[in-house]
């Protein structure tokens, strides 16, 4: 099993930043990704952005090129989310994700969301 930790979510004004944290821990061998998803109310829970622990590559939904940014430190497990020029519509629970490859399986692992509101 993988434990995921999330921390720095909030209330801000639009146009602020927040900066998003989740830290693995547990059987954190062969992590393939982490990344986040987030989810408003009444809408399905989306991608936010993901990055790759082998070769860095990252991903963002087309709402958050460049507003969001995605970041790991691959030696502390940890993801980071660095989210500025905030607007009311990212307002959701955001879940960090990890994605564990073994013997040719994807196993997905979830957080327990954190709140980020934007609102003035």
């Known amino acids: 099993q993988v434990q995921l930790v999330e921390s720095g979510g909030g209330l801000v004004q639009p146009g602020g930043s927040l900066r998003l944290s989740c830290v693995a821990s547990?059987?954190?061998?062969?992590?393939?990704?982490m990344g986040w998803y987030r989810q408003a109310p009444g809408k399905e829970r989306e991608l936010v952005a993901r990055?790759?622990?082998?070769?860095?590559?990252?991903n963002y939904a087309d709402s958050v090129k460049g507003r969001f940014t995605i970041s790991g430190d691959y030696a502390k497990n940890t993801v980071y989310l660095q989210m500025n020029s905030l607007k009311p519509e990212d307002t959701a629970v955001y879940y960090c994700?990890?994605?564990?490859?073994?013997?040719?399986?994807?196993?997905?692992?979830w957080g327990q969301g954190t709140q980020v509101t934007v609102s003035s």
């Open positions: 994700n990890v994605i564990r490859t073994h013997i040719g399986n994807n196993y997905w692992y």
């Open positions: 547990g059987s954190i061998f062969s992590i393939n990704t």
């Open positions: 990055v790759s622990f082998g070769g860095g590559t990252t």
